[in-house]
């Protein structure tokens, strides 16, 4: 059958694991024979298997035991010292990098020409400067065309990227469509 392979590895795990096959294989393998001689060939190797194992199970000496476990107990105590050397710096050196970092910059701020603090002004004496005209000789025509000069290069990157985009619709028609009706988008713009 074409899915043979798939119950055979079905079989193989269940043998593997000493288990029983789903229902799903016993009635394949009730009409299948091919499979069948082969779940009784993985029953027949597994209890061959099994049984020769169980004659070569030999109990360590006492004295290979003894110095396995005691090799164990010494592996758990050296990595509970070192978990908790770990443990015991990282509670000291996490405060103290916050310290530290808390210090550089309060040490900072108060060293910064800037930190002496304006004094305090009514909101109404804020909002009126700022509604002012400039009163350092700067005329509105002047500020008009500071304005357009700031708007320059976004138009000028709006021009490319609008050229870009008919570039772009321009490949894909005539890449796309069929021959005639990409010649006639192109011969529109």
């Known amino acids: 059958m074409k899915l043979c392979w798939l119950y055979e590895k079905a079989i193989s795990r269940a043998a593997d694991a000493g288990s029983q096959t789903p229902?799903?294989?016993n009635r394949h393998l009730d009409k299948c024979v091919e499979c069948r001689q082969t779940y009784q060939a993985h029953i027949r190797l597994t209890a061959a298997l099994?049984?020769?194992?169980?004659?070569?199970?030999?109990?360590?000496?006492p004295f290979l035991h003894a110095r396995i476990?005691?090799?164990?107990?010494?592996?758990?105590?050296?990595a509970e010292t070192r978990g908790?050397?770990?443990q015991a710096l990282r509670s000291i050196l996490i405060p103290a990098f916050g310290l530290f970092i808390i210090g550089g910059l309060w040490l900072w701020k108060s060293e910064s020409p800037d930190s002496t603090q304006p004094p305090a002004v009514s909101g109404l004496v804020f909002m009126s400067e700022l509604f002012d005209p400039p009163r350092n000789g700067v005329d509105a025509a002047r500020l008009l065309q500071w304005s357009e000069k700031l708007d320059q290069p976004l138009e000028s990157e709006i021009r490319l990227v609008v050229?870009?985009?008919k570039s772009v619709l321009s490949s894909l028609s005539h890449n796309f469509l069929p021959h005639g009706l990409g010649d006639q988008s192109?011969?529109?713009e």
């Open 50 to 61: 099994t049984a020769s194992a169980q004659s070569q199970v030999t109990s360590p000496s």
């Open 163 to 165: 050229d870009d985009a």
């Open 69 to 78: 476990i005691s090799a164990l107990d010494q592996e758990d105590g050296r």
């Open 23 to 25: 229902a799903w294989v």
């Open 186 to 188: 192109s011969s529109r």
């Open 84 to 86: 908790k050397i770990l």
